[in-house]
C-alpha cells in the first residue's frame, strides 16, 4: 500500500510540476508584449516629468526613473498616480504660473572676514564683517501680475511724482452794520492752480519738491482791506502771476533724527502746524485762523529748516527764511536782511486720559526793519473725544512796525458728527488786536464734505467786524477742490 | 479536489508573486522618501529621525521663502539648529506650530501645497495639496484640525491633523487672509479681504454659517469708484480680545474697526480708526489693541473696555506688524528698516528703532515675541537675517543668514504670532 501510495504521489507532484510551468511559461509569454508597452509608456512619463522639471525651474531635479531600469514591477496603480501628479503639475503651471525661471537678485550680505582674507558667512572672534554684493538664486515663481507690479513700482520710485490741483472758493460779502459800503453784496472768486513734483531716493533720504502754482481772481481783501486777510489762498502769493510756492531738497541725517530742508521755503508749513485749523484748502479759510498772525511772515522765500525729531513725545525746530514784503520790488540785498529766525518746541501728550494732544511754543525774530523785532506764541489742540478737537492759540510780537497780539480757539468735529465718514466741520473765531490801533474780531464755520479721494466740496460762514475796516460782515463761501 | 489543490497552488504562486512585487516597490519608493514635494499626499512616518528640536518651545521659526525652508534658530545659543527644505518653487508663507508642539507647518504659496513637518526631528512628514496660493493659516486649539487659507482660491482647506489628509474645503469666501478660532474651539473666524464681511465657520461640520457685515460702506461710495470699486480692501484679520470673547475685524477701505460679540456673532460697535487700516494687533493684557493705518501713516490705539480710540499717534508707511513687549509695542515699517515704539502707559512716542546700518535701506518683514516678553524676533528679507530686538533697552543684534528671503518668525504660545 505504501509503495502503490508513493507511485500515485510522485505521479500527482509530476504532474502538477508540469501544470505550474506551463502556466508559467504561458504567463511569461503573454506578459511580455504588455511589459515592453508599459516600459515604453513609463518612458514617455519620466520624459514628460523631467520636462515639467525645467519648466517649473527644477532642471537638477530627477525624475523618477522608468521601472523597467530598476526592476520594479509594471504598477498601473503607480503609473496612474503619477500621471495624476503630472495632470495637477500641469494645471498649476497653466492656472497661475508663467514665469518660472528662477529669478537672480543682486542683495546687500554681510560676511565675515578674518585676518587671512578668508571670507566666512558666520561671525567669529577674529573676523571683521564686511557689506559686499552677492547674485542670489531664487525660486520665487512670480505670475506676470506680480512682475507688472514689481515693474510699475520700480518705475515708480526711480521717477517723478506729478500732482495736479485745484482750489476755487466763491464767496460773497454782506455788510450787517457800519458805515463803510465797500464790498457789500459783492461776489468774489479766487482760482489756484498748483503742480507738484517730488523725487525721492529712498537709499540717501533725499527728496526734491517743488510747487508751481498759479492763483488769480478777486478775493473779499480787496474791498475788505481787514486786519487780516479773509481768503488765506492769497497768503504769501501774488496774485495774477505764475510763480514758484516751494522748491527745496530735504535730506535726513543722524539717524533720520534730523530732517533739513533747503531752498524756497514757506516756513508756517513747519511751524504753528495745527491739526484742526492748518489748511486753507480743507479747513477754515479766514487766514486768521490757518496760522497765527504774530508769525509775521509776508512770503516765501529762500530759507532752511531743521527739525530734531526723535519720535518721540517732543520735537525741536528751527528755521531761517528771508521774507520781502513786496518779491516783485525786493529791499533785502543780502542774506542777512528780511530774516525771519524761527524755533519751535512741540510735546505730545495724553493728560486726563484724553486722547493725543499736540503742544507747541515758539519764538520768532525778524529783522527786516533794520532792528531785531521779537514776537512769541503758543498752539495747541487736543481730542476731548477721538471725533471732537478743541484748538487754541495765543501770540504776541512785533509785526513789521507793529505790536501785535492774536488769539483763537475752536472745536472740530469728524464723524460720527458728520454726514459721511470722512467729512470734518468746524467752527472757530479769533482776535487780533494791535497795540493803540485797531482790532479784529472773526469767526467762522466750515463743513468740508468729503466726495471722492480726489474731489472735496467745502461750505464756509464767516463773520468778521474790523475797526479798521469800519463795518461787519457775513461772507457765505464754497470751496471746491479737485487734487490728483 | 483536484480543482481545489490546483487554485491552490495557482494562488501560491500570484500570491507570492504580489508580495514580492509589493516588496520591490518599496525598496524603490524609499530613496525617494527625503524627496517628499516631489510625492504629494504621500506620508512618511514622523520620529523616525534624529531628534534636533528636544522642546519645541525653546526654537525661533523662520520661513524662508526664497530658500524655500524652514528654518529652527535655538533662542538660547541664537543658532540655526536645523533647516527643513520644502522643494523648489514651494514659496513658504507662514510657519506655526501646532498647539501641541508635534508638528509645524507652512502653506506653499507657489506649489499650492500644505506641508507638514515634524516638530522634533525636522522631517518632512507630508505635503498636501490644497487651494490656489496658500497663505495664511490656523490650528485648531485642540491641535486636531489645521485650517490652511487660500486666497486666490477663496476657500481654507481642512486638514485633519490624525489623517493627515483633506478632510473639507469651505469655499465660498473672498480671498481669506487670516482664520481666528475663539478659544473652545467650535467656532473659527476668517477674515475676507476681499470683502467687508468676517466669515464664521462651525469647526464641527467645516461649513461656513454666517457672513457679519462688518460695516456697510457708505452712500457716498458710488461717487468714488475708485475706492471702493479697485483694488478692495476688506478684513484681513478677526483679532480675538484677551477673554476670548469679543473680536476686532479692521476693514481697510472703510477705515473703520467692527467689534463682534462672538456669543451671537454680531457688531455691537463700528470704532472709526485712521485711513487703510491693515489688522488690529492686540495687547499682552489686553487692554489695547492697536491698529496700523498705512493710509495716513498713524497708529490708532483702541482702549478695549471702552472700545474707542484713545490715541491716534504718527507712525511710518508700510507697516505689516506690531509687537507688544516691556510695556511698549513696537510698530514694523517695512520699507523704512525702523521701529516705531509707543509707551504703552501714557500712549505717546517712544522713539523708534532703526534695523541695520544707518545707510541700509532693508526691508523688514513681521516679528514674533518670546513668551517672556523680553526680546522680538524680526525677519529682514533683503539681508537674509533675523533681528534680535531687546524689548527693554532696545539694543539690536543680527542673525546673519538665516534663509533666503526670510518673511516671518513663529515661536510656540507667543502672543504676537502672525503674518502679512
Redesign the interface.
Known amino acids: 500500500m505504501r509503495g502503490a501510495y508513493r507511485g500515485t504521489r510522485r505521479r500527482r507532484l509530476r504532474l ?1 510540476t508540469t ?2 510551468f506551463a ?2 511559461v504561458s504567463v511569461a509569454a503573454q506578459a511580455q508584449p504588455a511589459a515592453d508597452d508599459r516600459a515604453v509608456l513609463l518612458l514617455r512619463l519620466q520624459q514628460l516629468e523631467q520636462r515639467l522639471n525645467q519648466i ?3 532642471a537638477g ?1 530627477p525624475a ?1 526613473p522608468p ?1 523597467a531600469a ?4 509594471l ?1 498601473t496603480q ?1 503609473i496612474l498616480e503619477r500621471l495624476d ?1 503630472i495632470d ?1 503639475r500641469l494645471n ?1 503651471l497653466e ?3 508663467v514665469l ?1 525661471e528662477p529669478k537672480t ?1 543682486v ?4 560676511r565675515y572676514v578674518d585676518p587671512a582674507g578668508a571670507e566666512f ?3 567669529a572672534p577674529d573676523r571683521r564683517p564686511v ?1 559686499t554684493y552677492e547674485r ?1 538664486r ?4 512670480q505670475s506676470i501680475g506680480e512682475e507688472i507690479e514689481d515693474a510699475l513700482a520700480a518705475e515708480g520710485a526711480s521717477g517723478v511724482e506729478i500732482g495736479v490741483s485745484s482750489v476755487t472758493t466763491v464767496q460773497g460779502a454782506f455788510k450787517t452794520a457800519g458805515q463803510n459800503n465797500d464790498g457789500d453784496g459783492h461776489v468774489f472768486g479766487v482760482t489756484q492752480a498748483d503742480i507738484t513734483f517730488l523725487a525721492q531716493s ?2 540717501l533720504n533725499t527728496s526734491f519738491f517743488a510747487d508751481v502754482v498759479a492763483i488769480g481772481g478777486p478775493g473779499p481783501d480787496g474791498e475788505i482791506p481787514g486786519l487780516t486777510l479773509l481768503n488765506s489762498q492769497l497768503a504769501r502769493l501774488s496774485n495774477n502771476r505764475l510763480q514758484m510756492r516751494e522748491a527745496w531738497i530735504r535730506t535726513e541725517l543722524f ?2 533724527r534730523l530732517g533739513l530742508t533747503v531752498g524756497q521755503l514757506d516756513l508756517t508749513n513747519y511751524f504753528d502746524r495745527n491739526a484742526v485749523a492748518n489748511d486753507e484748502t480743507f479747513a477754515f479759510i479766514s487766514d486768521a485762523l490757518v496760522n497765527s498772525q504774530v508769525l509775521g511772515l509776508a512770503n516765501n522765500g529762500l530759507g532752511i529748516a531743521a527739525i530734531w525729531d ?4 517732543y520735537n525741536f525746530k528751527l528755521g531761517v527764511q528771508q521774507s520781502e514784503d513786496d518779491p516783485n520790488n525786493p529791499v533785502a540785498t543780502s542774506l542777512s536782511n528780511s530774516l525771519f529766525s524761527m524755533a519751535e518746541f512741540e510735546y ?3 493728560p486726563f486720559g484724553l ?2 494732544g499736540h503742544y507747541r511754543i515758539w519764538g520768532r525774530l525778524d529783522n527786516s526793519t533794520g532792528d531785531d523785532r521779537t514776537a512769541w506764541g503758543v498752539s495747541i489742540d487736543q ?1 476731548v ?3 471732537v478737537t478743541l484748538f487754541g492759540r495765543y501770540g504776541d510780537g512785533d509785526v513789521g512796525e507793529e505790536r501785535v497780539r492774536h488769539f483763537s480757539a475752536g472745536v472740530g468735529f ?3 458728527f458728520a454726514i ?3 467729512d470734518a466741520w468746524g467752527i472757530g473765531s479769533s482776535q487780533t488786536e494791535i497795540k493803540n490801533g485797531p482790532n479784529q474780531k472773526l469767526a467762522e464755520a466750515f463743513y468740508n464734505l ?6 472735496r466740496l467745502s461750505f464756509m460762514l464767516q463773520y468778521v467786524y474790523d475797526n479798521s475796516v469800519g463795518a461787519t460782515y457775513v461772507l457765505p463761501g464754497t470751496r471746491f477742490v479737485v487734487e490728483f | 479536489m483536484r480543482t481545489s ?2 487554485s491552490f ?2 494562488s501560491f ?1 500570484v500570491g507570492g508573486g504580489a508580495v514580492l ?1 509589493a516588496s ?2 518599496a525598496q ?1 519608493a524609499m530613496p ?1 522618501m527625503p ?1 517628499m514635494a ?3 499626499n504621500m506620508a512618511m512616518p514622523p520620529g523616525q529621525g534624529t531628534v534636533k528640536v528636544p522642546d519645541p518651545t525653546k526654537v525661533v521659526m523662520i520661513v524662508n ?4 525652508e524652514l528654518a529652527f534658530m535655538d533662542i538660547a545659543s541664537r543658532q540655526i539648529v536645523g533647516k527643513t527644505f520644502l ?5 513658504p508663507h507662514m510657519v506655526m506650530m501646532s498647539p501641541d508642539g508635534r508638528y509645524v507647518v507652512t502653506g506653499g504659496t ?3 501645497a500644505a506641508y507638514i513637518v515634524d516638530a522634533r526631528t525636522l522631517e518632512l512628514v507630508k505635503k498636501i ?1 490644497v487651494g ?2 496658500p497663505e495664511h493659516l490656523s490650528f485648531s486649539p485642540d491641535s486636531r484640525y489645521y485650517y490652511q487659507g487660500n486666497p ?1 482660491d477663496d476657500s481654507v482647506t481642512v486638514i485633519d491633523m490624525q489623517s493627515m489628509s483633506v478632510i473639507k474645503t469651505i469655499e465660498g469666501l473672498a480671498e481669506p487672509l487670516n482664520i481666528t478660532f475663539i478659544p473652545d474651539g467650535t467656532k473659527a473666524y476668517v477674515g475676507n479681504y476681499g470683502a467687508h464681511w468676517v466669515g464664521v465657520v462651525d469647526v464641527t461640520r467645516h461649513e461656513l454659517l454666517k457672513k457679519i457685515q462688518v460695516s456697510a460702506p ?3 461710495s458710488r ?2 469708484p ?2 471702493y470699486l479697485g483694488e478692495i480692501k476688506g478684513v484681513s484679520n478677526a483679532t480675538i480680545s484677551a477673554d476670548g470673547r469679543y473680536l476686532y475685524c479692521a476693514d481697510g477701505d ?3 474697526v467692527g467689534v463682534i460679540d462672538t456669543r451671537d456673532d454680531r457688531v455691537i460697535k463700528v ?2 480708526v485712521g485711513q487703510d487700516p491693515w489688522r488690529l494687533y492686540m495687547s499682552h493684557d489686553g487692554r489695547y489693541g492697536i491698529t496700523v493705518n498705512n493710509g495716513d501713516q498713524t497708529i490708532s490705539i483702541i482702549d478695549t473696555q471702552r472700545n ?7 507712525a511710518g508707511p508700510d507697516m505689516t506688524g506690531v509687537n507688544f513687549a516691556a510695556g511698549k509695542a513696537f510698530v514694523i515699517s517695512s ?2 528698516g ?1 521701529l ?2 509707543y ?1 504703552m502707559q ?7 528703532v ?1 534695523i541695520g ?5 532693508l526691508q523688514i518683514q513681521t516679528a514674533t515675541t518670546d513668551t517672556g516678553d523680553q526680546n522680538l524676533y524680526l525677519a529682514s528679507a ?4 533675523v533681528y534680535i530686538v531687546n524689548a527693554a533697552t532696545e539694543a539690536v543684534s ?1 542673525v ?2 538665516v534663509g ?2 526670510p518673511w516671518g518668525t513663529h515661536i510656540m504660545d507667543s502672543k504676537d504670532n502672525y503674518c502679512h
Open positions: 502538477l501544470c505550474a502556466c508559467v517649473e525651474g527644477r531635479m523618477t521601472a530598476t526592476g520594479a514591477p504598477d503607480a501628479a495637477q498649476n492656472t497661475n504660473v518660472s537678485i542683495r546687500e550680505v554681510e558667512d558666520q561671525p557689506l542670489q531664487v525660486f520665487r515663481r529712498a537709499a539717524g533720520q526723535p519720535k518721540r513725545n505730545i501728550a495724553t486722547p493725543e481730542k473725544t477721538p471725533t469728524q464723524s460720527p459721511n465718514p470722512l468729503y466726495l471722492t479721494d480726489a474731489l | 489543490r490546483r497552488i495557482a504562486l512585487a520591490s516597490r524603490t525617494n524627496n516631489k510625492m504629494p521663502r526664497d530658500s524655500n522643494g523648489n518653487n514651494a514659496n507657489r506649489a499650492n495639496n490656489i496660493g486666490s457708505p452712500g457716498i461717487l468714488n475708485t475706492r472703510l477705515g473703520v470704532i472709526r474707542e480710540v484713545a490715541a491716534t499717534l504718527e520699507t523704512t525702523f516705531y515704539v509707551n501714557t500712549l505717546t512716542p517712544a522713539g523708534r532703526k546700518l544707518p545707510s541700509q535701506a533683503t539681508d537674509n537675517s543680527r546673519a543668514n533666503l528671503f
